[in-house]
């Protein structure tokens, strides 16, 4: 089994910044990718940002310029650092990861953007 713990949601302004780290431990044999999702209330989970095992990155149209994701390979750990947030980046940030038995989510942790 695959766990994926996340931390570094909080209360920010807008215009400031946070960052996000999810920490994956257990059986990780091979990772196909890493990512971030976000759920907003009344809305479907949508995608953030997600980097393959090769390190191509991949941004939603709403984050580009403002969000970075990473990763550390020594450590199994996905970053998304977040500049510039909005109210609209409000929402239940997921950890995501895909390897060779299937996907994997984190808990979810709570970004709120204040106005």
């Known amino acids: 089994q695959v766990q994926l713990v996340e931390s570094g949601g909080g209360l920010v302004q807008a215009g400031g910044s946070l960052r996000l780290s999810c920490a994956a431990s257990?059986?990780?044999?091979?990772?196909?990718?890493l990512g971030w999702y976000r759920q907003a209330p009344g809305k479907q989970r949508e995608l953030v940002a997600t980097i393959i095992s090769g390190g191509s990155t991949n941004y939603a149209d709403s984050v580009k310029g403002r969000f970075t994701i990473s990763r550390d390979n020594a450590k199994n750990t996905v970053y998304l650092q977040m500049n510039s947030l909005k109210p609209e980046d409000t929402a239940v940030y997921y950890c995501?990861?895909?390897?060779?038995?299937?996907?994997?989510w984190g808990q979810g942790t709570q970004v709120t953007v204040s106005s």
């Open positions: 257990g059986r990780i044999f091979s990772i196909k990718a």
């Open positions: 995501w990861l895909r390897g060779l038995a299937g996907d994997y």
